[in-house]
Nanobody, 114 residues
Framework: QVQLVESGGGLVQAGGSLKLSCAAS????????MGWYRQAPGKQSELVAT???????NYADAVQGRFTVSRDNEKNTVYLQMNSLKPEDTAVYYC????????WGQGTQVTVSS
């Protein structure tokens, strides 16, 4: 059974930082592209960042230079370090694992107050 479990969300003031974690089980983690997506109220889900099995990263323009995605293949965990947070970063953040199938976590709420 595949499980992706996010943690680290919460309430933070604008300009602050949070670090999200996503622990994976039931997959060969090191082979998967891992990603973070987010969905704000009333908006469609959007890509935040991805990291390939080789560590190549990709970021949405809105978070480039503020967010950093990383992975620890020994711990089967992907991280999202979020700095200089803005109110528009408020959303539910979801972890994704992709190889031949898409797997999703349950999401973690990030709220940035102005």
């Amino acid at each position: 059974q595949v499980q992706l479990v996010e943690s680290g969300g919460g309430l933070v003031q604008a300009g602050g930082s949070l670090k999200l974690s996503c622990a994976a089980s039931g997959i060969i983690f090191r082979l998967h592209v891992m990603g973070w997506y987010r969905q704000a109220p009333g908006k469609q889900s959007e890509l935040v960042a991805t990291i390939s099995s080789r560590g190549t990263t990709n970021y949405a323009d809105a978070v480039q230079g503020r967010f950093t995605v990383s992975r620890d293949n020994e711990k089967n965990t992907v991280y999202l370090q979020m700095n200089s947070l803005k109110p528009e970063d408020t959303a539910v953040y979801y972890c994704n694992a992709n190889l031949f199938h898409d797997y999703w976590g349950q999401g973690t709420q990030v709220t940035v107050s102005s």
